[in-house]
């Protein structure tokens, strides 16, 4: 029995150290991820929208992209369940990688459907970014599993920040195609960070002292589908994730495209565009914490609340308006980061260690396609009625989940 404890404190004190490890790791390497994500959220819709003189055609540059990442969600989930997260995080952003090029060979050749193929592919970076936040809880303490994702998501601060205003930078520098130069190079760095740095994997880790002792077999999309089905507090995570990510990115990609029917420059977008991403990622902390203290549903609750109050006062905001559009998307960012850190949270604490992957890939599959056909719709509601539509529809979709989340609450409390 002594040695059973003797091994038991033992591994506790490596899991302890492996985890200060991996935090730090995918703290450097989402500063610099943030970087490529963030210069091509700022540029995107725009270089599409002028290489084809259609307001449409730009708002399925953040749809690619968007699309992309849930494309890549699902064989970077397959390779989490059998070769652990380093594997599945560099896959990802090497996706990234090679969708930049592609978009830099695009803006050369003057092909917007080139660029939308390349954004499919740079859309890995978003995947990778996503899929780094679940990496930080795999090890996580009982009750500390949102502060240690919340930490993740806060180190994508600096580069997503940074990035938007390095496009205007570079636009003037290289032009577009140095916009898309500034991304691959940021994603060559964070594949090279996360391949070398991300020893050993804290997936593997996490099954030390299971039955296995090992990394979990892969587990299939139905499999997913079915834990979903059977665990309340996983299906109301995801669809809160889901709701998050779906109106973020509907209103904040066409929120440069108003802009522009302004005359707003580059920089005035990404200056506006930065502080929607502080917004996302500068309180995830206090998030983390607040989910941990005081439970995952009154945040996702919260998240929700926010996430109106910014549609409303975008809404009210026409195109000239700065200030009032730069209050409205960090209003935005915060909702997105209640949702994300809350759901992933409560998402991960409801399903069993070998499960993880499999539905966690699942979650990301989700929210990032519906975020997609949540840009292509935002394309067609701006470019056919106006931005204020477009506001009003995401107020009638964060009601509902806010309603859904109330009862959750009330289940909870019984």
Known sequence: MRSGQQWTAQQAHYRVAVQRRVLSVLTATQVVGGIGVGVGVAAGTLVAKHMSGSDAIGGLAQTSAVLGAALVAVPAARLAASRGRRAAITFAYGCGLLGALIATIAVSAGSWPLLLAGLLFFGGGSAANLAARYSATDLSRPGHSARDLSIVVWATTGGSVAGPLLAGRADDFGGH??????????????????????????????????????????????????????????????????????????????????????????????????????????????????????????????????????????????????????????????????????????????????????????????????????????????????????????????????????????????
């Open 177 to 414: 195609t140095g916009v898309y130069l500034v991304a691959a190079l940021a994603f060559l760095l964070a594949t090279g960070g996360v391949f070398t740095g991300l020893r050993p994997d804290p997936l593997q880790v996490a099954h030390l002292g299971s039955d296995r002792g090992e990394i979990a077999p892969e587990r299939s999309m139905r499999a997913a589908w079915t834990v979903l089905r059977q665990s309340p507090s996983a299906g109301i995570a995801v669809a809160a994730i889901v709701v998050s990510h779906t109106s973020m990115v509907a209103l904040m990609s066409m929120t440069p495209v108003h802009l522009d029917h302004g005359g707003a420059s580059l920089d005035a977008v990404g200056v506006v565009i930065s502080l929607h991403i502080a917004g996302m990622y500068a309180l995830s902390p206090l998030v983390g914490w607040l989910a941990d203290q005081f439970g995952h549903v009154p945040v996702l609750l919260l998240g929700m609340i926010l996430i109106v109050c910014a549609a409303l006062v975008a809404g009210t905001a026409d195109e000239h308006a700065l200030v009032q559009l730069s209050l409205a998307l960090m209003l935005l960012g915060v909702g997105w980061s209640c949702g994300l850190v809350a759901g992933s949270a409560l998402l991960t604490e409801s399903v069993p260690v070998d499960l993880r992957p499999s539905v966690q890939g699942l979650s990301d599959l989700l929210m990032n396609g519906g975020a997609a056909l949540g840009g292509l719709v935002a394309g067609v509601i701006v470019s056919t009625l106006s931005y204020a539509a477009l506001a009003g529809l995401l107020i009638l979709l964060a009601l509902p989940m806010g309603t859904a989340l109330v009862f959750a609450r009330r289940v909870q409390e019984a």
